[in-house]
């Protein structure tokens, strides 16, 4: 059980396309879901932290602007990262969590996005 | 404010033996929550073990057991009979003291089994 699948996977696109990830959490409803950013040989940062039906908190140091993450419904969050540039290549994960904040988060496979 | 430590860049072990990975961590919180987590080279996160700050005992799964010394804030994991599918990167976590209590991670380990 507690399936988060994310897609797509792998994506290379041009410099200033907007490119959206979809999580999705198949078997459980994720009140809470989490967006995360890793950079080669490093830790998974936090980008944000999202509700169902409420707007998304930003950690420090992330622009709301170039990533725009909607949490519509228990089972669906989406990450767009607008006008993409080099700099925004990168392992992006999603992970969520149902019920209270003691429950556990699942991760998804992540997101490897390559612009050119 | 919460700090998740992982001293070791890079941990060599052999295969069948045991290894153990260093994480420490600092908190004002008087419950908290440790998690281990696997990363192969494809990406994808795999939970590996979790303790309680209340746990009395140490958490085992399988060959996975954390060594959870709560004084010295510390929660190394331990892995035993090391296997080559065991290379990875491993990144010692805590759940958070904000409000949506997410997950803060360390900087991780590679580790390689070698044969």
């Known amino acids: 059980g507690a399936v988060v699948s994310q897609h797509p996977s792998r994506v290379i696109c041009k410099s200033g396309t907007s490119v959206k990830i979809e999580c999705r959490s198949l078997?459980?409803?994720?009140?809470?879901m989490f967006w995360y950013r890793q950079f080669p040989k490093q830790s998974l940062m936090l980008m944000a932290t999202s509700n169902e039906g409420s707007k998304a908190t930003y950690e420090q140091g992330v622009e709301k602007d170039k990533f725009l993450i909607n949490h519509a419904s228990l089972t669906l969050s989406t990450l767009t990262v607008t006008s993409a540039h080099p700099e925004d290549s990168s392992f992006y994960i999603c992970s969520a969590r149902a019920g209270n904040s003691n429950q556990p988060q699942h991760f998804g496979d992540g997101t490897r996005l390559s612009i050119l | 404010a919460q700090k998740i430590t992982q001293t070791q860049p890079g941990m060599f072990v052999q295969e069948k033996e045991a290894v153990t990975l260093d994480c420490t961590y600092d908190t004002s919180d008087q419950s908290y929550g440790l998690f281990w987590y696997k990363q192969p080279s494809s990406g994808e996160m795999i939970f590996l073990i979790y303790q309680g700050s209340y746990d009395e005992q140490n958490a085992t799964e399988g060959r996975y057991s954390l060594n959870f010394q709560k004084a010295r804030k510390s929660a190394n994991l331990v892995i035993s009979a090391s296997q080559l599918g065991d290379s990875a990167m491993y990144f010692c976590?805590?759940?958070?003291?904000?409000?949506?209590?997410?997950?803060?991670f360390g900087s991780g380990t590679q580790l390689t089994v070698l044969p």
């Open positions: 078997d459980f409803q994720a009140t809470t």
């Open positions: 976590a805590m759940r958070g003291s904000g409000s949506a209590r997410q997950l803060t």
